[in-house]
């Protein structure tokens, strides 16, 4: 039997068993995953090593940022956090179901949806979730917009870890608060939090603090021990812990991930978890995530400050509830897949690119690169110095994330990153956006086959060569 035959069978008997509890609100176009695996002879995972490619149907990865780089050529797209991999085939089916409905009304979420969440998180993760109190969010920066609103005000501080994901900055200053940075320290090539400062700045009156758990970019899956300390000191001194837990679903060979709130009802009671069945399976387009904690005053609060998402996106809910019944191969082969492609990128900066170290991450696909060599040989910190000197002088803007006009404005990170572009044709994140701690760093999006890989490092090989 081929491996592929092997694939569709697992699928079919699964499905099969899981028929006579698929239901759902679509009245008389069935969604039932029996049968639509009778009907397509679907397979639950994919080839990754295909990858997908994404030019030309207007993603940010690689289309947006063809659109703001006009002139330039991008051959490798690794930005933003997501993936070049063909959707899992029981979603697509699904959504083409849907598509035969040619009415778009109201419409409730599947009927079995938040059970799905449930055993998800229960089949994988071994934890219980409490159903009652699992909320909607159009994506999880939503909810931790709604917790920071229902739990802070105006001119709070919220923690970080830093260095951390870029856009919870921007999320903070949504919630007109301020952000504050706990810097992490690299011990051996692993992030490690600075419990000593950690404590002070939460002791100072600090009441919100944003865990990401794995961690993006710096790729940590905190160990027990090391959640419980951060949780023992937000416990103690009244801060509330919002766990950020979009990345759980990539774990690399030979890690764990440790849900929070796993940890006893002391850190259940006093934190929201955050997920999303989009980051795992790639549907990030659709928006649709959700939130829950232990807490029913929590939640309650939260809703009394005004988040109201009892209905997300029809396609969105459809996707990850398929997702979430029929994605466990997908997962583990997808994760077999990335940690493949960690090894590789490790040993293709070992042998080629001395300029760059890289400590394959223990979760999220994102690779955390130390540059601190490249951004010394390119005199970095310099070349922003001038260009920011020279723009303030010429006045030269550029429209800001918020869509407000400001000075061009460089840090070191951000020169490396154009450099980058303009030399390689290879687009990464620079190190300085997420945070005190990034600079010298960059951030790679490895998930994408291993052929784009390939080019990307090897044009990275042939700028850094030709300096
Ligand atoms: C840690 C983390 N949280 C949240 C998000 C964004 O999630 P959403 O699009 O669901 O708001 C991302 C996306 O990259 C992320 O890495």
């Given amino acids: ?27 008389s176009v069935s969604l039932s995953a029996a049968a639509m695996g009778q009907m397509g002879g679907m397979s639950d995972t994919v080839n990754f090593d295909a990858g997908y490619d994404r030019v030309g149907t207007n993603s940010i990865k690689f289309d947006y ?12 797209g690794m930005g933003i956090a997501d993936m070049d991999f063909r959707a899992l ?13 040619e009415n778009w009304g109201y419409e409730l979420p599947p009927m079995d949806y938040q059970d799905n969440i449930v055993a998800w998180n229960k089949r994988r993760y071994g934890v219980d979730i409490p159903k009652a109190n699992i909320l909607n969010s159009l994506g999880v920066l939503d909810g931790v917009l709604s917790i920071l609103l229902a739990f802070g005000k105006k001119g709070d501080h919220v923690l970080l870890t830093t260095p951390t994901y870029s856009s919870f900055f921007h999320t903070i200053h949504d919630a007109r608060m301020h952000s ?88 259940a009671q006093n934190s929201f978890t955050l997920k999303s069945a989009s980051k795992s399976f790639n549907l990030a387009g659709h928006r649709t995530a959700y939130f829950y904690s232990d807490n029913r005053s929590y939640i309650d609060r939260v809703l009394d400050n005004g988040h109201q998402r009892l209905l997300l996106n029809i396609m969105g809910m459809i996707a990850s509830n398929v997702a979430l019944q029929h994605g466990d191969d997908y997962i583990d082969e997808q994760n077999a897949y990335l940690t493949e492609n960690t090894r590789y990128v490790a040993k293709f900066c070992d042998d080629r ?74 687009d990464i994140n620079a190190g300085q956006d997420y945070g005190k701690g990034g600079d010298g760093f960059m951030r790679m999006n490895l998930a994408t086959n291993r052929a784009m890989i390939t080019k990307a490092l090897t044009n990275i090989e042939a700028a850094i060569n030709a300096l």
């Fill in 1 to 27: 039997m081929t491996n592929q035959t092997k694939l569709n069978r697992r699928f079919f008997m699964k499905t099969v068993g899981a028929g006579a509890v698929i239901g759902g609100t679509m009245g």
């Fill in 65 to 76: 940022i063809k659109m703001i780089n006009p002139g330039k050529t991008l051959d490798v």
């Fill in 89 to 101: 085939p029981a979603v697509t089916e699904a959504l083409k179901k849907r598509l035969e409905i």
């Fill in 180 to 267: 504050a940075e706990s810097e992490m320290k690299q011990v051996n090539g692993r992030y490690q939090v600075d419990y000593d400062d950690f404590e002070k700045q939460i002791a100072g009156g600090i009441k919100l603090f944003i865990l990401c758990n794995p961690q993006n970019p710096t790729g940590n899956c905190w160990t027990a021990d090391e959640l419980r300390k951060m949780g023992d000191i937000c416990n103690k001194h009244g801060c509330l812990v919002i766990a950020d837990e979009i990345h759980c679903d990539f774990v690399m060979d030979g890690h764990k991930y440790t849900p929070y709130a796993s940890l006893g009802q002391a850190y």
């Fill in 353 to 426: 690119i001395p300029l760059i170290k890289y400590h394959p991450q223990e979760g999220t696909y994102l690779a955390w690169l130390d540059c601190t060599g490249l951004y010394d040989k390119l005199d970095a910190h310099k070349k922003a110095k001038e260009l920011t000197d020279y723009n303030t002088k010429n006045n030269v803007t550029e429209m800001d994330f918020f869509n407000g006009e400001v000075i061009k404005n460089y840090t070191a990170g951000r020169y490396v990153k154009e450099w980058v572009m303009d030399n390689a044709r290879v």
